[in-house]
Structures are given as structure tokens and as C-alpha cells.
């Protein structure tokens, strides 16, 4: 081959591995984009079981000791959310603040406050609690789904940046690794 050859050769590897490079990284910044959608989507859920919560607490359909301990966890959960919405800057890497830990003790005060027999009672007397009941569950579906979205999210993401030619080149740029999101969100028992 002549030299002329070579160099077209090589042009179009440089080229190729330029658009490799180019689609990698835009495929990457899809992703964290994704992630911060599903956080996003997860903490408005957050808000909804809180608030969910907050109805069932406030309907009437439970005794005044078990209505003060559903609202003091979910105003726990509620604080929280408005300490992170208000304190971090948005730009800055999405994570979930350390709020596992006041979502996990929301979802033990419901499952205390409703064992099944109590479940049972709200659900026969009907009415305003056996609705806001069904918005708790409701909203609680919807919090498993997107704490489910958003960690198979972050999981491709980790997986993506995990890959050498993401690490060599850097394509990651300066963004944070996100990380999944733990806690306990079990629906009460029917």
C-alpha cells in the first residue's frame, strides 16, 4: 500500500474512533439525565405518600395516638424533602440527601399504625378513611415503582461508566456516580 493509502486508513479510524467516543459519551449524559428524571419522579412520590399519609392521619378513621404518629412521620418525610429541595443546588450531583433513613421510619410507623385487623375495620367502615387508605396504597405502589426506576437507572449508569473507555477518556467529565437509593417501602398488609 502507498502512503497515501495508509493515511486514509488511519484518517478513518481516528474518525471512527471519534464517533465512538462522541456517541459514548452523549449516551452517558442520557443516562445521568435519566437518573436525575427518575430521582425527581421519585421524591414527587415521596411527597405523595407523605401526603397520603398526612389524609389518612387527618379522616377521622383512627384513634387520635396512632393519627399523631402517622403525622409526625410524615411530617418528618415532608421536612426533609423541603431541606433537600431548598438546600442543595440542582446542579450539583442528584443524590437522595441521607433521607433512607426518615423514609424507612415512615414506612414502619404505617405498617404499625395499620396491622391487618385495622386495615380491616378502615375498609368496612368505608368513607372518607377507607379512600384516603386506598391513596396510601396507592401512593405506596408508586413509590416501590420509581425507587425501582431510578435504581435500574443508576445501575446502567454504573455499569456504563464502569467500561475502560469511559474511564480512559474521561467521558464521564466531572459528574457525580450516582448511587442507588435503599429503604424500606413495603405496602401495609391488606
Do not use: C
Request: overall charge negative; glycine content about 6%; charged content about 20%.
Amino acid at each position: 500500500m502507498t502512503t497515501l493509502a495508509w493515511v486514509a486508513v488511519a484518517i478513518g479510524l481516528l474518525l471512527a474512533l471519534a464517533w465512538y467516543l462522541s456517541y459514548s459519551a452523549a449516551r452517558l449524559d442520557r443516562l445521568h439525565a435519566k437518573v436525575e428524571g427518575a430521582l425527581s419522579a421519585l421524591d414527587a412520590h415521596i411527597v405523595r405518600r407523605a401526603e397520603a399519609t398526612l389524609e389518612l392521619a387527618n379522616s377521622g378513621a383512627l384513634d387520635p395516638a396512632t393519627a399523631l404518629l402517622l403525622v409526625g412521620a410524615a411530617s418528618g418525610s415532608l421536612e426533609r424533602v423541603n431541606e433537600h429541595t431548598f438546600a442543595a443546588d440542582p446542579l450539583e450531583g442528584q443524590h437522595f440527601a441521607g433521607r433512607e433513613g426518615v423514609e424507612s421510619e415512615l414506612t414502619e410507623v404505617v405498617h404499625a399504625a395499620l396491622p391487618p385487623e385495622v386495615v380491616a375495620q378502615i375498609e368496612e367502615a368505608g368513607g372518607t378513611g377507607a379512600a384516603a387508605l386506598e391513596r396510601l396504597r396507592a401512593a405506596g405502589l408508586r413509590v416501590q415503582l420509581a425507587r425501582r426506576f431510578h435504581n435500574d437507572a443508576v445501575k446502567e449508569v454504573q455499569r456504563v461508566r464502569a467500561k475502560p473507555v469511559v474511564r480512559i477518556f474521561r467521558l464521564a467529565g466531572h459528574a457525580t456516580l450516582p448511587q442507588t437509593v435503599e429503604f424500606d417501602d413495603a405496602l401495609p398488609s391488606r
